[in-house]
């Protein structure tokens, strides 16, 4: 079993809908979890940090954690075509190692 | 205040070679993490460094190796380069344990 597994995608959303990606991870003990961005040919950008259950909101993006079912989501509202990237996710296990997911292509169609 | 610095951008090695990558984390950050990226297996972990000395260290053969300095500054090596080996490797600090990592521009190396 992977540590942290996301939906692959490709994900493909309307400009101005809501686009959510979704990671479920291994390792209960985990408690620091993040998601990042990552444009084609360039390296990943941290975009949303969350550490305890429920949600946590920063301008258009929506973290959401829910540790007893081991799932982070990350939602879009108002998708614009400049969103379409690579959304990775990743964990802090209990041993203080990050792990990312494979990640999900995410296109946002003018 | 600088990014995370990784030299150099660009590499091609030739099979059976060596090769030394170098970062420079953010001012301050002390943990240094390195990762390979491929497109079909994405980012696979190497090694971490905190204060000079590896943390945790990821499924990759001895042929890859790292250090870090007293000044955080850190590098990792490849010897007997492989083919497999062509990825973008990336460079990551963060400022402490449950902080994300910030990473660098990464370098990509071809091996011919």
């Known amino acids: 079993q992977k540590e942290v597994e996301q939906n692959s995608g490709p994900l493909s959303v309307p400009e101005g809908a809501i686009a959510s990606l979704n990671c479920t991870y291994s390792?209960?003990?985990?408690?620091?979890f993040f998601w990042y961005r990552q444009y084609s040919g360039k390296s990943p950008e941290l975009i949303m940090s969350?550490?305890?259950?429920g949600d946590k909101e920063d301008g258009r993006f929506t973290a959401q954690l829910n540790k007893a079912s081991q799932y982070v989501s990350l939602l879009i509202r108002d998708s614009q075509p400049s969103d379409s990237a690579t959304y990775l996710c990743?964990?802090?296990?209990?041993?203080?190692?990050?792990?990312f997911g494979t990640g999900t292509s995410l296109t946002v169609i003018p | 205040k600088a990014g995370v610095t990784q030299t150099p951008r660009y590499l091609i090695k030739t099979r059976g070679q060596q090769v030394t990558l170098s970062c420079s984390p953010i001012?301050?950050?002390?943990?240094v993490s390195w990762y390979q990226q491929t497109p079909g297996q994405g980012l696979q972990f190497l090694f971490e460094?905190?204060?000079?000395?590896?943390?945790n260290k990821g499924n990759f053969p001895g042929r890859f190796s790292g250090r870090q300095f007293s000044n955080s500054r850190s590098e990792m090596n490849v010897s007997t380069l492989e083919l497999g080996d062509s990825a973008l490797y990336l460079c990551?600090?963060?400022?402490?344990?449950?902080?994300?990592?910030?990473f660098g521009s990464g370098t990509r190396l071809t091996v011919v």
């Open positions: 390792d209960r003990g985990s408690q620091s």
């Open positions: 460094y905190f204060s000079e000395t590896q943390r």
């Open positions: 001012s301050g950050h002390r943990s």
């Open positions: 990551a600090s963060r400022q402490g344990v449950n902080y994300g990592y910030t």
């Open positions: 969350i550490y305890s259950n």
């Open positions: 990743a964990v802090m296990n209990t041993g203080n190692q990050f792990y």
